[in-house]
């Protein structure tokens, strides 16, 4: 049976890049609890208006509206990679109901670190790729390379917006890793260095903790 996966770490500790390689690879579900939102409030569901307002503080969404939405997507299911969720101990434990967990990648990076890398993301509103200005520009510039299309910068991904961001991680979810620690399936992963150094230490710690 496929392992069931977290990763954990600030905004902008890279976790959506380790993600999407980790599931390929593993041919995990791929779920992001960000990737989720997102969805309900463009579709402007009930749950995306009321997250909306949230998002907009740069402020964690509420819980229950986080589990529900997880739920409806992963129960009964194995072989998922939860890509930044849970991101507190109330959503560790509501998690631990839905789906058990089988290790924990912790990718650390600081403050100034986390900044500078999303105050430098653009995305495609036609298409939706993703680039970094400083570590995966467009080839033209801020265009996307797929459609040609004038990229963006995402409120959330503002200077301020982003230090609050970190703050509120650090308040509310920083204590996710004592507590997956204790339970003997953290694993830490120094983010601070190239994708693929960070990527490629995780497939290591990986390996080395499967059973």
Not at 5 to 29: D, I
Not at 66 to 75: G, H
């Amino acid at each position: 049976m496929k392992r069931n996966l977290v990763l954990l770490g600030p905004p902008g500790a890279g976790k959506g890049t380790v993600a999407q390689r980790l599931a390929s690879e593993r041919g995990l579900l791929h779920l992001s609890t960000g990737d989720v939102l997102r969805d309900e409030v463009a579709r402007a569901t009930a749950l995306g208006q009321r997250a909306k307002d949230y998002m907009d503080r740069g402020e964690l969404v509420p819980d229950e509206l986080i589990l529900s939405m997880v739920k409806e997507r992963v129960e009964g299911r194995s072989g998922i990679l939860f890509d930044g969720f849970p991101r507190t101990l109330a959503q560790a434990e509501g998690l631990e109901k839905i789906a058990p967990i089988d290790a924990v990648i912790f990718l650390e990076v600081d403050k100034d670190t986390v900044v500078s890398r999303l105050s430098a993301r653009r995305i495609c509103p036609q298409c939706g790729a993703v680039y970094n200005l400083v570590t995966q520009p467009p080839k033209e510039d801020e265009r996307c390379d797929q459609c040609g299309t004038k990229l963006i910068q995402r409120d959330d991904d503002k200077p301020e917006v982003i230090a609050r961001r970190f703050e509120v991680y650090m308040r509310q979810s920083a204590p996710l890793a004592r507590y997956y620690e204790k339970k003997g399936l953290l694993i830490r992963i120094d983010a601070g260095r190239s994708p693929e150094e960070v990527y490629a230490a995780a497939l290591r710690a990986l390996r080395d903790d499967r059973p």
